[in-house]
């Protein structure tokens, strides 16, 4: 190892091999406590990063990509023979051009920063995410991130136009297209986007900017059945004229814990009781305009009596307060420990399925918890359980239970936050053997010897 490591000083320069107390100083990742790799290896461009993955590749030596290390399922935890290598410095915004509407960095830059550039320029980016202070691009990029609008904007992948990766061998793949329409043959930046690393890591990319819009027009609903939630969905998208930017629900069980009078709990502006709570907003280019359409709105649903609660924001401060609630998820330490779950389904089989599940899990742990919250405008939930107990064995159970149940369904065992480890296991609950063996042959052909973030997203074959 130290040969390798003396190597890689002299491609990286100064401190660009950390080791020791700068390794284990660091986070492994989110709630994983200190990071275990041999080493972190910090290149300053693509070039570099090249150069080293020719000799891990030669050497067959694995190393795990990490971003903002703000992931849930482990998939940038590295063990004490991995080297793990950071983009930290790779964290340049290279290019804003405003005739194409595109935005060329770095794959270390945060989101945050990229969000801020864009808006300087008079644009958006319209990826958000409540970690867009920590994550960087080129972790959302390799997960495919979501957030909170992909009702209107799509995933990362519909924002991403170019891209630049390096292979496990070195070979850099350069395709940094700034156009919107381009069939000329595959799409090969697809393979980078969500594939967590495991196919090749992304160095730089062109991403794609929206008009920065001017007004913005949120409200906390609240409604008695979850076909009132579908009702209010429909009926907002279709009269907001593609104006609808987020349609968060919470569920009762998330929202009196997110403003309980505990320590972690927000203020509610609204009585606590109600089944269902909706947090709205909607963005356009005319504040006066906009407010007084989305008012009638909200009067028309009351009429029909869709909703039966309402605080519309009538500031930013207001509008913050509103969104702090949906985003309160440091109010499940009250539960500790949790298991956290992130799955999409169609919005017609959601009822029947939480039902299922909460069943199983009551039945089961009698003084088990679940709370549920999440992007419902796209099909995307986040469900999390308390039984009292961290028990590997009994965190196995639960994942059977929210797992299993998606396969009939169609579902998807993650929405947003990728495989890892954490969900490894359970793939095949979302994707057919066929799928999983293309996808084990793709890895073989990119990654013949296995080296880039071993063991994540496949499971090794025995």
Known sequence: ??????????????????????????????????????????????????????????????????????????????????????????????ELDPLSRTLTVEAGVPLQA????????????????????????????????????????????????????????GTIISSMSKVIKNNAAYDIKQLFIGSEGTLGIVTRAVLKLSPLLSSQNTVLAATDSFDKVTELLNYMDRELGGQLSAFEVMWNSYYTLATSEGEYGRQSPME???????????????????????????????????IIDAVIAKSQKERDELWEIRDNILCFIEWFPVFLYDISLAI???????????????????????GIFGHLGDGNLHVVVSIGSDDPQQHHEVNEIIYSALAPLNGSLSAEHGIGLEKRDYLQYSRT??????????????????????????????
């Open 1 to 94: 190892m130290q040969q390798l490591l003396d190597q890689f000083e002299q491609i990286l320069g100064a401190n660009g091999v950390l080791t020791g107390e700068d390794v284990s100083s660091r986070e492994a990742g989110w709630g994983r406590g200190a990071c275990e790799a041999a080493a972190i290896l910090r290149p300053r461009s693509t070039e570099e990063l090249s150069q080293v993955l020719k000799i891990c590749h030669e050497a067959g030596q694995p190393v795990v990509a990490q971003g903002g290390k703000t992931g849930m399922v482990d998939g940038c935890v590295a063990k004490p023979s991995e080297l793990a290598i950071s983009l930290e410095r790779m964290n340049r915004v290279e």
């Open 114 to 169: 990229v969000q801020e550039a864009a808006e300087e320029a008079g644009f958006s980016f319209p990826l958000d995410l409540g970690a867009r202070g920590s994550a960087t691009i080129g972790g959302n990029i390799a997960t495919n991130a979501g957030g909170n609008r992909v009702i209107r904007h799509g995933m990362t992948r519909n924002l991403v136009l170019g891209l630049e990766a390096v292979l496990a061998d």
């Open 272 to 306: 606590r009781d109600y089944p269902y709570y909706i947090l709205i907003e909607a963005m356009g280019t005319d504040q006066t305009r906009d407010a007084e359409h989305f008012e009638l709105l909200l009067e028309q649903v009351f009429e029909r009596e869709i």
């Open 348 to 370: 017609p089989d959601m009822e029947r399925y939480l039902a299922g599940i909460e069943e199983k899990i009551v039945a089961r742990w009698p003084q088990g918890r679940v």
């Open 433 to 462: 053997a066929e799928e999983i063996a293309l996808m084990r042959s793709l890895k073989q052909t990119m990654d013949p010897k296995g080296i880039l973030n071993p063991g994540k997203v496949l499971a090794p074959v025995t």
